[in-house]
């Protein structure tokens, strides 16, 4: 029923940008990569061969182009990581009301658990690909078109969940290029790249830190443990300040030696994981990453981002920078407009985006020119808000590792696990 049924590769105004990005793309692809293809080749013919004799599963391609709903003709998506709950809600593994309660949920994490897969697979890919000198623009590209592609995307049923962030250095999050940056990625940067899955709205918020310089891997670490342990202190009536005390002591567990100096990592302590529902990525609880927070209880059924962030600057963010996020208030009903600019552009996002996220590229791409007057209206209507760039001290360095969990009746499940993290 959705118009936007069109694949969203049909939309002409991308195509050259695309290819542009790709053709660039390929003049930096080491050798590495022809080995892997030749590799291809040769399984590809002893797969051949074989056929005659059963039928096998199709296999990603590399780079990745199939769709995960053929490669899981069964119609079933891996699940994630199982935890079990602790202590007093052990009794949960075993209780049939709580069994029954999954059984009824199960479309539902079987959905969420696709928009996963496509994360996995999308991150690994990009892995690959990554390295220093690619343009910032060309590297967020790839990903999204990937994503589209492997998640199927249709209107708001399927698709990109929010931009793909890409904060480098002393930027900790909501940073992606506008059209026509023309910042490359550097050796001795550290990124985190944060993007997001969904299906129906199910979103699957998951992100990790690249550094090239092994100097940096310690702060990685930390965050990366920080946020293990978070998500292993959540559960069924814990309390959010709980889940960040125990973050935090990991976190600032650790040191790292950047360039002679030593700083102890810090978790920056304004930045918050957040519990997410349908076509709403804070839902309106906080997983605080420091000590000293809310009481407020996690409950059965559900979603959460456990996300962590270490600092070697201030441990403090502030907005800075040329915003390229927005997102539409979840909250806001009907509020009629006059500025036929502003309208029009309100009817361009509650069709492509509704209440997810979005950024200038998106809109760009979906044919929009001359809209920033008619944005900052709907920013100023409070309608849309904007969503800058947070950033610690210049010249600091902050890594983040986030996870997709679902407190699932019986266990607690990690559903963005992945064998990188
Ligand atoms: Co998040």
Not at 252 to 271: A, C, D, M
Not at 300 to 306: H, L, P, Q, T
Request: include cysteine; proline fraction near 5%; charge should be negative.
């Amino acid at each position: 029923m959705e118009e936007a049924n069109v694949p969203v590769e049909a939309v002409p105004a991308e195509e050259n940008g695309v290819e542009e990005a790709t053709d660039r793309l390929a003049a930096l692809q080491t050798d590495a990569n022809d080995g892997k293809d030749n590799g291809e080749v040769a399984k590809k013919k002893k797969r051949k061969n074989k056929s005659k004799k059963k039928k096998e599963l199709p296999e990603q391609t590399n780079p990745p182009s199939i769709p995960v709903a053929e490669l899981f003709p069964s119609g079933e998506f891996p699940e994630g990581e199982i935890q079990q709950y602790k202590d007093d809600n052990l009794w949960r593994v075993t209780s049939e009301e709580k069994r029954e309660l999954e059984r009824l949920q199960k479309p539902m994490y079987n959905s969420v658990r696709r928009a996963a897969e496509v994360h996995r697979q999308v991150r690994k890919y990009i892995r690959e690909i990554l390295k220093p000198g690619m343009l910032m623009t060309d590297l967020c590209e790839t990903l999204e078109n990937t994503v589209r592609k492997l998640i199927s995307a249709n209107g708001l049923q399927a698709g990109i969940a929010f931009p793909t962030g890409c904060s480098l250095n002393w930027v900790a999050a909501h940073w992606t290029p506008n059209t026509g940056d023309k910042t490359v990625l550097q050796y001795d940067d550290v990124m985190k790249l944060d993007f997001g899955t969904h299906i129906d709205g199910l979103i699957v918020d998951c992100a990790f830190t690249v550094a090239f310089n092994p100097m940096f891997d310690p702060l990685l670490e930390a965050s990366r443990e920080a946020t293990n342990a978070g998500i292993k202190e959540s559960g069924i009536d814990v309390r959010l300040c709980d889940v960040g005390a125990a973050i935090q002591e990991v976190m600032e567990s650790y040191e790292v030696e950047i360039n002679g100096k030593t700083f102890q990592v810090k978790s920056i302590r304004n930045l918050n994981g957040h519990s997410i529902r349908p076509y709403q990525i804070h839902a309106g609880k906080s997983v605080p990453i420091v000590k000293g927070g809310e009481q407020t209880k996690m409950e059965e059924g559900e979603f959460f981002a456990i996300e962590t962030f270490g600092s070697t600057g201030k441990g403090y963010v502030r907005e800075d920078l040329e915003c390229s996020h927005y997102m539409k208030n979840f909250d806001v009903g009907h509020i009629p407009l006059r500025l036929p600019r502003a309208k029009q552009l309100l009817a361009t996002i509650n069709k492509n985006f509704s209440t997810l996220a979005f950024c200038r590229r998106y809109l760009e791409r979906l044919g929009e020119t001359k809209y920033l007057m008619a944005l900052k209206n709907l920013c100023d209507a409070g309608i849309v808000q904007p969503l800058p760039p947070l950033c610690d001290a210049r010249g600091s360095y902050i890594s983040q590792f986030e996870h997709t969990i679902l407190l699932r009746p019986t266990c607690k499940e990690v559903i963005s696990r992945g064998d990188d993290y």
